[in-house]
């Protein structure tokens, strides 16, 4: 990388460290620490919402996503401004009228101890094995650049993190939040007018959406109605409603940002903010992946996306290859009969020779496209679709050979598309501010995660009376223990289909349960704490056996026309609808099951009668 690229990706990241640290190194109180200082205005409020749910893993995997799947992922989101209503109209009111540091602090008046930890310690869970993806997704990055080992990314990543939060405490993770958004802002921009500016010469922006469109990648809207397909117009609104009701309302990396806002007023304001932008920024990510997409139409992609893997492959075949030789010549063999039928070097001329041919067809279809129109493309549109077909089986032969030389390597490489582009195709300096934005949106995500674990682990589970400043110490070395934890859980993952799947994948395994015990306390008065608790542990319990069944197709079968058939099979952003189903359900039963005189009456939060200075030390 060139040293210009090197002086913007580490001076951005040093300044934003730099400045965190030195603006909020006075922090000392609770209200400043955990609560962020209560006194941000709603754009504030709004920027750092953004950029706790923008992490790393957006910038890296999204454009994947377009490139491979086109535009459907954003379908996800659909259920996000419905989800805003209810958390404005609802849950924010409830928390600054009860000035809580945490959600869970609710609970646990609403209910009791036993609930409001079982709701704490689902959240610690699933969040701590979050914020281990959200480091490892930016130190894929840089262990490609600079050809480090992956342990030492992360613990560079994660260090720089753990700095300037345990400095300044949400205090902190705020006031950096507004820096690193305009950084990732800013590259999105760039990246985006780059890209149409490589492609202008061969193709026009508007007819590279042409050409994206009749291959299927801008195809936007799914209404089938099919449980087990990821990304459809049900499954954005209901399941994505779900999934985004329980993390902008009961996450505590998101309340922890919005508690921080003026008053509520100011908190509501940047809830809308985020509706109102976060479905057109996701759109635009996705559209910068497509574009990616066009661009490999008229210029050579790798056979793999991942070039530390072609590399492994390529000298395991060629120390194969010096044995089998060596082999035949002491055995008098003919050479020949040694080398297998077909090697990854084979694979990747065939990809390569294929790739020509895709250039050709995609510049006949361009003037098609110019001579005719819709028309006269469509011959063309035929030939394309059929040589991406034989890319597609091509890649999948050489990740089987990756398999082989790599048995414990994960094959996949959607996630190390855009980061390929940029590293191949982009200027100098350019390379180092995209750079500098992916490490921006991992640090400002893993820092709101790492403030969020640490006060609820000290309000929540750890619970004994402190002074304010024994509060405001015990959280700072509480940041630093769960900076450790997600540093180790980052060395056990790989990737799954790809890196904000998996994010998704996790928080939806817990959510639901943790959205359920909320829901009860918020709308069904009458149901108590033992119900919950019990109900909370069925649900979640039910939820993670059938993601274990459906993974590892424990029912599927094969149909009479030999395709496979899983009767359990269901996306994921379904459990955020079901677990709270189950949980609501079952606490209503185990409730009813009580003799009348002991099923308790309405609980005084919710007949009002509670003060409002409430400050959750229960």
């Not at 497509?290 to 492959?313: D, E, G, Q």
């Not at 069944?549 to 079901?578: C, M, Q, R």
């Amino acid at each position: 990388m060139h040293p210009l690229d090197w002086t913007i990706l580490l001076g951005t990241l040093g300044l934003i460290v730099g400045y965190g640290v030195w603006r909020t190194r006075g922090t000392s109180t609770s209200e400043g620490y955990l609560r962020g200082g209560s006194d941000n205005r709603w754009w504030a409020v709004g920027l750092s919402v953004m950029a706790t749910q923008a992490s790393a893993i957006t910038f890296l995997s999204t454009p994947g996503q377009g490139f491979t799947d086109g535009m459907g992922f954003v379908q996800f989101y659909f259920g996000l401004p419905l989800a805003m209503i209810v958390i404005n109209r609802v849950f924010i009111p409830l928390y600054y009228k009860m000035k809580v540091f945490t959600a869970y602090e609710y609970i646990g008046k609403r209910f009791d101890g036993r609930t409001r930890l079982l709701a704490a310690g689902l959240f610690l869970v699933q969040r701590g094995l979050a914020a281990g993806i959200t480091i490892y997704a930016p130190s894929i990055i840089l262990s490609q650049v600079l050809h480090w080992p992956l342990s030492w990314t992360c613990a560079v990543i994660g260090v720089l993190v753990i700095i300037y939060t345990t400095t300044g405490g949400a205090k902190a993770v705020g006031v950096t939040h507004k820096h690193q958004m305009a950084v990732i802002l800013l590259g999105l921009l760039i990246a985006f007018g780059y890209i149409v500016h490589s492609l202008n010469p061969v193709i026009s922006f508007g007819e590279s959406l042409q050409l994206a469109k009749d291959l299927g990648k801008l195809d936007v809207i799914d209404t089938s109605f099919n449980p087990s397909n990821k990304y459809t117009l049900w499954s954005g609104l209901i399941g994505g409603f779900f999934l985004q009701l329980a993390y902008f309302g009961t996450d505590q990396s998101q309340v922890q940002r919005y508690l921080s806002g003026k008053n509520v007023e100011q908190a509501k304001r940047g809830l809308w903010m985020n509706a109102v932008l976060k479905i057109p920024m996701q759109f635009f990510i996705l559209l910068i992946g497509v574009l990616v997409f066009v661009f490999y139409l008229f210029n050579p992609s790798p056979v793999h996306w991942n070039a530390a893997n072609v590399k492994t492959v390529r000298d395991a075949e060629t120390a194969e290859a010096r044995r089998a030789l060596s082999i035949a010549d002491s055995i008098g063999v003919e050479r020949s009969t040694k080398f297998p039928a077909v090697t990854a070097d084979r694979i990747q001329q065939q990809y390569q020779a294929n790739t020509d041919s895709i250039a050709v067809i995609s510049m006949a279809w361009v003037e098609a496209q110019r001579a005719g129109g819709a028309a006269a493309t469509t011959k063309w549109n035929t030939a394309l679709t059929s040589a991406l077909d034989r890319s597609k089986v091509l890649h999948e032969r050489y990740q089987e050979k990756v398999k082989i030389a790599l048995p414990k390597a994960e094959t996949n490489d959607k996630d190390y598309i855009f980061i390929t582009f940029i590293m191949d195709h982009l200027p100098v300096g350019i390379i180092g501010l995209l750079l500098a934005m992916i490490f921006s949106a991992g640090m400002s995500s893993t820092s709101a995660e790492l403030s969020a674990l640490a006060t609820t682990s000290v309000v929540d589970v750890v619970k004994r009376e402190r002074t304010d400043a024994e509060l405001v110490i015990h959280t700072k070395w509480a940041t630093v223990l769960f900076g450790l934890l997600a540093l180790a859980f980052a060395a056990l993952f790989s990737l799954f289909e790809n890196l904000i799947q998996a994010v998704n994948i996790i928080g939806s395994l817990f959510y639901g349960t943790i959205l359920g015990i909320f829901l009860v306390a918020f709308f069904f008065k009458r149901i108590q704490g033992w119900a919950v608790f019990f109900a909370a542990i069925i649900a979640q319990l039910l939820i993670l056996a059938h993601f274990g069944l459906d993974h590892w197709n424990v029912f599927e079968y094969t149909l009479p026309d030999g395709s496979k058939h899983d009767p359990l099979a269901i996306a994921f952003l379904w459990y955020n609808l079901l677990a709270p189903t189950v949980l609501i359900t079952f606490a209503g039963l185990l409730q009813w099951t009580r003799p009348r005189d002991q099923r308790g009456s309405p609980n005084p939060i919710r007949s009002g009668s509670m003060r409002t200075g409430f400050q959750g030390r229960s």
